[in-house]
């Protein structure tokens, strides 16, 4: 059973465009919502990262959007850059889990010059 | 300076063969994991380590077992290699298990039995 599911799988974008990723999740006990970007042969990295009690975060160019009713959250990367091509995952987790991820399925974006 | 270090990066080894993988961070967290990245790039975790004491296993087979000699240290050792353990394995580690804090990922660890 996936709790956190993210689409698309796959992205391209040209430079300079918006890339959006949506990510949905079940448990309504998740209070932590952190997206993490990989680029290849690389671990992951803590991108931006939003709590339920707002509905946006902007950080430079990237934004969260949250919908606590829809249970949904969606990241945008405005102005979209050759450098921004990764596979960007989106997490969610509880107070009292051990900080455990749980992670969506990932978005490959590729952004074209 | 690397946060946090993995050994070795590939590993190619045979079915049934036993194995290790290091980690160490030098953050001076107190938590640290090991997660499973399958081939199509889905990310689990597998267990969760808070100054040396076990504190999450997700229902990973027995032939895992991890090892925390002190809380800078989480090694991963896998008995009875299988096909369906080829994957890629990250360590990372958090400040404080009990708050939402930022995890920092090792490189990971390739590993392909054949």
């Known amino acids: 059973q996936q709790q956190v599911k993210q689409s698309p799988q796959s992205l391209i974008v040209q430079k300079g465009g918006i890339s959006i990723i949506n990510c949905a999740y079940e448990n309504t006990a998740f209070d932590y919502f952190p997206w993490y970007q990989q680029f290849p042969g690389k671990g992951p990295a803590l991108l931006i990262a939003i709590r339920p009690d707002v509905s946006e975060k902007k950080e430079g160019r990237f934004t969260i959007s949250f919908n606590k009713s829809a249970k949904q959250f969606s990241l945008h990367i405005m102005d979209s850059q050759p450098g921004d091509s990764a596979t960007y995952f989106c997490a969610a987790t509880t107070n009292n889990a051990g900080n455990m991820l749980t992670f969506g399925g990932g978005t490959r974006l590729m952004v074209k010059p | 300076d690397t946060a946090v270090s993995q050994t070795p990066k590939y590993l190619v080894t045979q079915m049934g063969n036993d194995k290790s993988i290091k980690c160490e961070q030098n953050l001076g967290h107190d938590t640290m994991y090991w997660y499973k990245q399958d081939s199509k790039k889905f990310l689990k975790i597998m267990f969760s380590?808070?100054?040396?004491?076990?504190?999450i296993n997700e229902t990973v087979p027995n032939r895992f077992s991890p090892k925390s000699p002190d809380k800078a240290h989480l090694n991963l050792h896998i008995n009875s290699l299988e096909l369906g353990d080829s994957a890629v394995y990250f360590c990372a580690s958090s400040q404080d298990p009990n708050t939402q804090e930022t995890q920092y990922f090792g490189p990971g660890t390739r590993l392909l039995v054949l």
């Open positions: 380590y808070n100054n040396k004491e076990l504190i």
